[in-house]
Every structure is written in structure tokens, then in C-alpha cells.
């Protein structure tokens, strides 16, 4: 079975610092590992994904991954934080042949100014 | 373009009321379809999703149940509502070829149940 694991369930960072939000993946197949963003009462956007090709994927609003296999890891970061980053992330993880989209717990991210 | 529409947006139910929420998608044909829970501090669980008209794969064992009417309906329900199934309802859907695109999100239904 797939899961995923998000570590920490609040993150603070100051604006402008480094945002990290740590991902990490079981999964028995080559795996497809999403990132989304969720602000307060909506649905989920996608930030970006992770499909095979190249290991360093980059998103939208100046976010980027690195899919690293030993280390079963799909970390989230972003140079600079801005005020308008604060939302709850979560991690995904599907393939092997089945149709389901697995998530994390989810990480609140807050900017402090 | 494709639409997700997914109502009502918040919902108070007594407990032992029955639930019924639905979400239709436009602009697309035989998607995937899902629906997730979000309850605090759990992350997004998910429940049931289908690849067909009345195909129908359930995630886990609880007193809701889903139903595929159509190709672009997806319906949520239950008989008796319990406490816990207070939550935030997220209806989804994706292209049904391969698993590697993205899931598309509706707004939610925020259910609080009495």
C-alpha cells in the first residue's frame, strides 16, 4: 500500500526566510508524488507533480521539489516566503496501477511578517 | 473548460438525519471521481471513488456510501448521520487514463453534525 508522511504539522517561517516542508513516501511502485496548497474553506490546488522525468520539478508561485528515491523523500521548498504562502500544504502519492490519490496529514504553513 | 460544482457549502445536521451531498463535473467525459473527508489534524482521507457509471470502490468501512448515477454525478450519502462524521467533504475528479494527473477539487462541503 501507498502512504505518505508529512513531518510537522505547523511550520513558521519569517517572510522572506526559506519555506521547507518535508515529504516522505512508501510505495512498492515507481511512485507520483503531488504537492497541493489548500487556503482556508476551499478546495485543493495543485502546486506541482512528480511523473518520472525530471527529479527536480518546479511549480507554481515559485515553489519546487526534488524527487530523491533513496531517501524515499518529495520536500517542498520555496527561496523566499511571502505573506500570501500561509495555507495548509499537503503531500500526495498515487500509481501502481490503481486510480487512488493518497495524501498526508498536511502541513499548515504560517508567515510571520 | 472543465467545472467541478459540489453543494451545499456548509451543512448542520442533527445526528440519525440522513445526508445527501452532491457534485457534478462539466466539460469532461468518463472522469475519475472522489470523494475525501478532511477532518482536523487528518489530513485528507478518502472515502470512495469510481471509474464508472455505478462502479463504485469503497476506502473505508463507515456508514456513508457513494453512488455514480451518471457519468459526471457523484453522490454522498448516509441513513443516520453519527457525530463523527462531522468534516470538511471534498468532491475530485481526474482524467481516467493514467493516475499521474492531477486531481481537480471542488469547494467542499463543510458538515457539522448535532
Known amino acids: 500500500a501507498q502512504s505518505v508522511t508529512q513531518l510537522g504539522s505547523h511550520v513558521s517561517v519569517s517572510e522572506g526566510a526559506l519555506v521547507l516542508l518535508r515529504c516522505n513516501y512508501s510505495s512498492s511502485v515507481p511512485p507520483y508524488l503531488f504537492w497541493y496548497v489548500q487556503y482556508p474553506n476551499q478546495g485543493l490546488q495543485l502546486l506541482l507533480k512528480y511523473t518520472s522525468a525530471a527529479t527536480l520539478v518546479k511549480g507554481i508561485n515559485g515553489f519546487e521539489a526534488e524527487f530523491k528515491k533513496s531517501e524515499t523523500s518529495f520536500h517542498l521548498t520555496k527561496p523566499s516566503a511571502h505573506m500570501s504562502d500561509a495555507a495548509e500544504y499537503f503531500c500526495a502519492v498515487s500509481g501502481g496501477g490503481t486510480y487512488k490519490y493518497i495524501f498526508g496529514t498536511g502541513t499548515r504553513l504560517k508567515v510571520l511578517a | 473548460s472543465q467545472t467541478i460544482h459540489q453543494w451545499p457549502a456548509t451543512l448542520v445536521q442533527p445526528v440519525g438525519s440522513p445526508l445527501s451531498l452532491e457534485c457534478t463535473v462539466e466539460?469532461?467525459?468518463?472522469?475519475?471521481l472522489y470523494w475525501y473527508r478532511q477532518a482536523a489534524g487528518r489530513g485528507l482521507q478518502l472515502l470512495f471513488y469510481?471509474?464508472?457509471?455505478?462502479?463504485i470502490s469503497s476506502e473505508v468501512p463507515q456508514n456513508l456510501s457513494a453512488s455514480r448515477p451518471q457519468d459526471r454525478q457523484f453522490i454522498l450519502s448516509s441513513k443516520k448521520l453519527l457525530l463523527s462524521d462531522s468534516g470538511f467533504y471534498l468532491c475530485a475528479w481526474s482524467e481516467q487514463v493514467v493516475t499521474n494527473e492531477k486531481l481537480f477539487f471542488g469547494s467542499g462541503t463543510q458538515l457539522s453534525v448535532l
Open positions: 469510481s471509474v464508472g457509471i455505478g462502479q
Open positions: 466539460g469532461t467525459s468518463n472522469p475519475n
